[in-house]
């Protein structure tokens, strides 16, 4: 008897404090249907492209596929301003640039490196 007048004083002590919200909806025969649920995405527009990093090209080794780039920060990737070593996987990126040129480029990260994905002039 003093389980049952414990148990249900328990209860009453969960409705009154905030889990009377709880308690209804876990009681409550009816079920939840996601459909019932409204969108909360349905007006969100869809993700924009980040914007290119600009930077000048300081070094550049077409042989190891390497270029060295002082820039004033990668947003997406979390680099602060400042002279990074990026690498190229494919060689082609990097034809007609030179040491001293302006560019806007976009990286990517692969472990402990950074892959230039895209290279643009802005001189």
Known sequence: MRRVVLLSSLL???AFAGGGVWAAQRLSAKP???EQ???KTAGLAPAQEEPLAMG???????KTGRVTIMHRGV????IEPGTNVFRVK????IDGFSPGDKVRFDASRDG??????????SN
């Open 12 to 14: 009453v002590l969960v």
């Open 32 to 34: 939840c249907i996601p």
């Open 37 to 39: 649920i409204p969108a």
């Open 56 to 62: 000048r090209i300081v070094a550049l080794d077409a």
């Open 75 to 78: 947003g997406h990737l979390y």
């Open 90 to 93: 494919n060689p082609a990126l």
């Open 112 to 121: 402990k490196r950074y892959d230039l994905t895209r290279l643009e002039n």
